[in-house]
């Protein structure tokens, strides 16, 4: 089991940058897959956000990088397996990237964008750009 726990969230204005982080506590950390998902304001209300969050990013064991469309060449992810943390840089921030943003870890995740895929989960840290 991984316990993750987000941190790194805040307010920025258009075009800010902000580093999420997410540290966990567990064994074999680097044998998971790590992702960063994000839901806005309406989703939050629907359910707990393995069912419906927005893939942002993910790194695997060997660390190979995936991003979704909306944040290449914006968002960078990355992890030290040693401090059991992963980082999401995200760089150029506009107002429709403000949501909860989610930290998530699987053993098995052939498909690194889609939530339902990860089994642990932290409980989020707020992002928030105003225009």
């Known amino acids: 089991q991984l316990y993750p726990v987000e941190s790194g969230g805040g307010s920025v204005e258009f075009g800010g940058s902000l580093t999420l982080s997410c540290e966990a506590t567990g064994d074999r950390y680097s044998e998971y897959t790590l992702g960063w998902f994000r839901q806005d304001e309406g989703k939050q209300h629907e359910g707990f956000p393995a069912a419906n969050s927005e893939g942002v990013a993910a790194i695997d064991s060997a660390g190979t990088a995936t991003y979704a469309d909306p944040v290449k060449g914006r968002f960078t992810i990355s992890r030290d397996n040693a401090k059991k943390t992963v980082y999401l840089q995200m760089n150029a921030l506009k107002p429709e990237d403000t949501a909860m943003y989610y930290c998530?870890?699987?053993?098995?995740?052939?498909?690194?964008?889609?939530?339902?895929?990860?089994?642990?989960w932290g409980r989020g840290t707020q992002v928030t750009v105003s225009s």
């Open positions: 998530a870890a699987d053993l098995w995740a052939p498909l690194p964008l889609r939530s339902q895929q990860y089994t642990y």
